[in-house]
T-cell receptor
Framework: KNQVEQSPQSLIILEGKNCTLQ??????????LRWYKQDTGRGPVSLTI?????NTKSNGRYTATLDADTKQSSLHITASQLSDSASYIC??????????FGTGTQLKVEL | GAGVSQSPSNKVTEKGKDVELRCDPI?????LYWYRQSLGQGLEFLIY????????KSGLPSDRFSAERTGGSVSTLTIQRTQQEDSAVYLC?????????????FGPGTRLTVT
């Protein structure tokens, strides 16, 4: 069964600090891996998309890594801001148009 | 429009009633997806429309759920004889290869509460 597991489930950090969110997946076949940010009451917004051949991709203060051999990905957030408080969802694309979603890491950035 | 829009934003209905949820995708996007997000769960794929092709309905949880897309644009998701377990946020997304092969743009969702 295709699965995407994320850790930690929730995280609280102080503004300005860095953090790293983890994603492990068992999805076959593998096509791409995406990280989304979902603010409360809003739809998910794409941060990064990586295909099999890419092992890192950045979007501003967000940097995603992908190790297709170990089937792991991470999302690193640098110099966190209050507006980074949200749910971060790891999503793996398999064959065709099917996506498998993780349950997300709930990040809270505090003063 | 500038993004994917959905209506209503919130819907409260009594068990057993039918509901219709609407999605307006980004203009020109040929692909449209419906997902369900239950509390504490990851997004669950429901149905996928691509151009004039037959929709992929493999994610619909029961025959009470149906969706259509008229004129290749607006889509409605219909839930008949709603049950309490149907309570969730229903998200719509659209995409186009011109916008990036894998990019999906999500709407704000419709929060459905079945009492």
């Amino acid at each position: 069964k295709n699965q995407v597991e994320q850790s930690p489930q929730s995280l609280i950090i102080l503004e300005g600090k860095n953090c790293t969110l983890q994603c492990n997946y068992t999805v076959s076949p593998f096509s791409n891996l995406r990280w989304y940010k979902q603010d409360t009451g809003r739809g998910p917004v794409s941060l990064t998309i990586m295909t099999f051949s890419e092992n890192t991709k950045s979007n501003g203060r967000y940097t995603a890594t992908l190790d297709a051999d170990t089937k792991q990905s991470s999302l690193h957030i640098t110099a966190s801001q209050l507006s980074d408080s949200a749910s971060y969802i790891c999503v793996v694309g398999g064959g065709g148009n099917k996506l498998t979603f993780g349950t997300g890491t709930q990040l809270k950035v505090e003063l | 429009g500038a993004g994917v829009s959905q209506s209503p934003s919130n819907k409260v209905t009594e068990k057993g009633k039918d509901v219709e949820l609407r999605c307006d995708p980004i203009s020109g996007h040929t692909a449209l997806y419906w997902y369900r997000q239950s509390l504490g769960q990851g997004l669950e794929f429901l149905i996928y429309f691509q151009g004039n092709s037959a929709p992929d309905k493999s994610g619909l949880p029961s025959d009470r759920f149906s969706a259509e897309r008229t004129g290749g644009s607006v889509s409605t998701l219909t839930i008949q004889r709603t049950q309490q377990e149907d309570s969730a946020v229903y998200l719509c997304a659209s995409s186009s290869r011109l916008a990036g092969a894998y990019e999906q743009y999500f709407g704000p969702g419709t929060r459905l509460t079945v009492t």
